[in-house]
């Protein structure tokens, strides 16, 4: 008789391979789509297929810096600002998770849920506010919006300190490998 070999189903999975090509391809629609110029969108198509080839290249980031130029260097456009959110928010959701997974392994659909429910939840949030902030209208002056806009990062920047001081696990005075 035959030994019964143990057996774990886990569902509907994908190969991460197909991810990987699949964020490449997103990115290369989007260096067709945006009109980044063409030593731009070169440059985001090629670091694009590095990232998927390479993940720790970091090349996913560097098409998608690549895109942003080449969307800030452009017109203002509603359609270009929502889709550049959109972008932002696919390439770095599962970029970071694709740099988690080995390349050979496979993954559940039912694991990719967390990453899409993120995705989509910044999508809730960020295009009203982008579609709100582009239909205000420009003031034109001199010197108090540079200086708001100092004081709003400075802000931030202290924001980001306390939070970081405050959530900062209890009894950890250590500030680094010694």
Partial sequence: ?????????????LP??????????????AAWW??????????????????AVLPRSLGTWIALGALIAGSLLAPADPARTAVIILLISISHAFG???????????????????TTRRVLLIQVLAQPAALLIGIVPVVRTTGAVPLAAMVAVAGCAA????????????????????
């Fill in 1 to 13: 008789m035959r030994p019964r070999l143990h057996r774990l189903q886990a569902g509907p999975a």
């Fill in 16 to 29: 991460v391979v197909v991810l990987r090509l699949g964020l490449m391809l997103v990115l290369w629609a």
């Fill in 34 to 51: 945006m009109p980044a110029g063409p030593v731009l969108g070169w440059l985001a198509v090629v670091t694009a297929a590095a990232g």
């Fill in 96 to 114: 970071s998770l694709l740099l988690a997974v080995p390349g050979r392994a496979w993954i559940t659909l039912r694991a990719l849920m967390p």
């Fill in 159 to 178: 924001l980001a300190a306390l939070l970081h001081r405050l959530l900062r696990p209890s009894g950890s005075n250590v500030r680094g490998p010694a």
